[in-house]
């Protein structure tokens, strides 16, 4: 290869990564402007959503807005899928098929944050009974992010080629919105995706920035209730009874033993009691006494293993305290709940981040740590597909507020707590921003 050939190929080897660093910032620049303009529209959407939250299994409202939010963008729209769930396609061409998915339910917890938007809604739940309703865990926030990648992907057709499908989720809080969806036939009905993508707001993250991790993210989540009985009576005379209050004690303890004791430290796990009710009065021995137990974990061994010492706990302390094999514990892990542990896959989580890095710099991505919440996003790459997904952070809270966190140690309010309330604006902006980068990447033209 002579000089001469050399310099001609760097020269045109320069001109178009020069041609590609120009067009991108054309891209981002395009996509500010956008968004600047369609921001006021994306707020009203956030508010109303925020003061009108509804409960898992009972989103129609909320599923009615964002289908009509969907239509007006251009897309394909089926209601009423899997339940309240909702699918939204664009066909542009050839190329990757790609999903967004966000969740669409509230919390049933009392609003305390004093905004002007707060939530006052109070309903009756599928149980009969009334309860305040409030957007505590930010889903508002992802069904805005959502709607507003929506509407730039429709306007933008012509910077990508592929098809992007649009998932509004029932009943993540409950974690059964994702597998009603896929049992409906979610990747037969629809174009099969090649990659899945969601985002979840932050309690801790700053807003303007996001952050990821490659692996597991988010734990396998178990429910599990325990009824202890024994055999009641007259507090003045225990030695007639079986304290199942007693029993009940013993369990709680020994129950922890299941994590210090048998699970290897490298292995996270975590075994919480989260209510316990029995008795009646003060004198009163009662017959039984209910717990409710959340287990987490992350690999299938743990979580198995997790649950097995949970029985041999709760048989062994009952034989202990001499209750017959007719009152044994009864023990009910309710596997229609069970959430699957959230594994970002590597390769698609690094290429989320390069596009994340690219649009937003790198001060602005972070690599959060695994934490021990649940999200039953994780069932979208669970099924025989095997489908790629990736779930990531976006910031949520006012700088200002967790630079004071961080100095006077004071926490912050966590997600489902019911002072917990979004910066708004730069949180949106920061997540159509970075879910909008993403898109734009994985349905690049070729």
């Given at each position: 290869?002579?000089?001469?050939?050399m310099k001609?190929i760097?020269g045109?080897?320069t001109?178009?990564?020069?041609?590609?660093?120009?067009?991108?910032?054309?891209?981002?620049s395009?996509?500010?402007?956008?968004?600047?303009?369609d921001?006021?529209?994306?707020?009203?959407?956030?508010?109303?959503?925020?003061?009108?939250?509804?409960?898992?299994?009972?989103?129609?409202?909320?599923a009615?807005r964002?289908?009509?939010?969907?239509?007006?963008?251009?897309?394909?729209?089926?209601?009423?899928?899997?339940?309240t769930?909702?699918?939204?396609?664009?066909?542009?061409?050839p190329?990757?098929?790609?999903?967004f998915?966000?969740d669409?339910?509230?919390?049933p917890v009392?609003?305390?944050?004093?905004?002007?938007?707060a939530?006052?809604?109070?309903?009756?739940?599928?149980?009969?009974?009334e309860?305040?309703v409030?957007?505590?865990c930010?889903?508002?926030?992802?069904?805005?992010?959502?709607?507003?990648?929506?509407?730039?992907?429709?306007?933008?057709?012509?910077r990508?080629s592929?098809?992007?499908?649009?998932?509004?989720q029932?009943?993540?809080?409950?974690?059964?919105g994702?597998?009603?969806m896929l049992?409906?036939g979610l990747?037969?009905?629809?174009p099969?995706?090649?990659?899945?993508l969601?985002v979840?707001?932050?309690?801790?993250?700053?807003?303007?920035?996001?952050g990821?991790?490659?692996?597991?993210v988010m734990?396998n989540?178990?429910?599990?209730?325990i009824t202890?009985?024994?055999r009641?009576?007259?507090?003045?005379?225990?030695?007639?009874?079986?304290?199942?209050i007693?029993?009940?004690?013993?369990?709680?303890?020994t129950l922890?033993?299941?994590v210090?004791?048998?699970?290897?430290p490298?292995?996270?796990?975590?075994?919480?009691?989260g209510?316990?009710?029995g008795g009646?009065?003060?004198?009163i021995i009662?017959?039984?006494?209910?717990l409710?137990?959340?287990?987490?974990?992350?690999?299938?061994?743990?979580?198995?293993?997790?649950?097995?010492?949970?029985?041999?706990?709760?048989r062994?302390?009952?034989?202990?305290?001499?209750?017959p094999?007719?009152?044994?514990p009864?023990?009910?892990?309710?596997e229609d709940?069970?959430?699957?542990?959230?594994y970002?896959?590597?390769?698609?989580?690094?290429?989320v981040?390069?596009?994340?890095?690219?649009?937003?710099?790198?001060e602005?991505v972070?690599t959060?740590d695994?934490?021990?919440g649940?999200?039953?996003?994780?069932?979208?790459?669970?099924?025989?597909?095997?489908?790629?997904i990736?779930?990531?952070?976006?910031?949520?809270?006012d700088?200002?507020?967790?630079?004071?966190?961080?100095r006077?140690g004071?926490?912050?309010?966590?997600?489902?707590?019911?002072?917990f309330?979004?910066?708004?604006e730069p949180?949106?902006?920061?997540?159509v921003?970075?879910?909008t980068?993403?898109?734009?990447?994985?349905?690049?033209?070729?």
């Amino acid at each position: 290869m002579t000089a001469n050939h050399m310099k001609n190929i760097l020269g045109i080897l320069t001109l178009t990564l020069a041609g590609s660093l120009v067009a991108a910032d054309h891209a981002k620049s395009l996509v500010a402007q956008k968004l600047a303009a369609d921001y006021p529209a994306l707020d009203a959407l956030y508010k109303h959503l925020h003061a009108h939250p509804e409960l898992s299994l009972m989103e129609e409202q909320t599923a009615a807005r964002l289908a009509a939010e969907l239509r007006a963008a251009g897309y394909e729209v089926t209601e009423k899928f899997g339940g309240t769930g909702i699918v939204g396609v664009l066909q542009n061409g050839p190329g990757p098929v790609v999903y967004f998915r966000t969740d669409l339910d509230g919390l049933p917890v009392a609003e305390e944050t004093g905004l002007l938007y707060a939530s006052t809604t109070r309903v009756t739940n599928l149980a009969g009974q009334e309860v305040p309703v409030m957007q505590a865990c930010g889903h508002d926030i992802h069904m805005t992010v959502f709607t507003g990648t929506a509407r730039m992907l429709a306007a933008l057709k012509d910077r990508w080629s592929g098809t992007a499908v649009f998932i509004g989720q029932p009943a993540e809080e409950i974690g059964v919105g994702a597998r009603a969806m896929l049992t409906a036939g979610l990747y037969r009905k629809f174009p099969a995706p090649d990659y899945v993508l969601a985002v979840h707001d932050s309690a801790t993250l700053p807003a303007g920035t996001v952050g990821l991790l490659e692996g597991f993210v988010m734990a396998n989540v178990d429910s599990v209730d325990i009824t202890v009985r024994g055999r009641g009576g007259h507090g003045a005379y225990p030695n007639t009874t079986i304290d199942p209050i007693v029993l009940a004690a013993r369990i709680v303890t020994t129950l922890q033993t299941i994590v210090s004791r048998e699970t290897r430290p490298v292995d996270p796990a975590v075994v919480t009691v989260g209510s316990i009710h029995g008795g009646t009065k003060h004198n009163i021995i009662p017959n039984e006494v209910k717990l409710q137990l959340t287990l987490r974990s992350y690999s299938d061994s743990v979580r198995q293993h997790t649950i097995a010492a949970l029985r041999r706990i709760c048989r062994g302390e009952a034989l202990a305290a001499g209750v017959p094999d007719e009152l044994m514990p009864v023990i009910s892990i309710k596997e229609d709940e069970f959430t699957p542990a959230t594994y970002n896959d590597p390769a698609l989580t690094r290429r989320v981040r390069g596009a994340l890095v690219s649009w937003l710099g790198a001060e602005n991505v972070t690599t959060i740590d695994p934490e021990m919440g649940g999200e039953d996003f994780s069932q979208f790459g669970r099924t025989t597909e095997k489908v790629p997904i990736c779930l990531f952070r976006v910031g949520a809270v006012d700088p200002a507020k967790v630079a004071e966190s961080r100095r006077t140690g004071v926490p912050l309010p966590s997600l489902h707590s019911s002072k917990f309330a979004p910066l708004p604006e730069p949180t949106i902006k920061t997540g159509v921003t970075a879910l909008t980068a993403a898109a734009l990447d994985l349905l690049a033209k070729k």
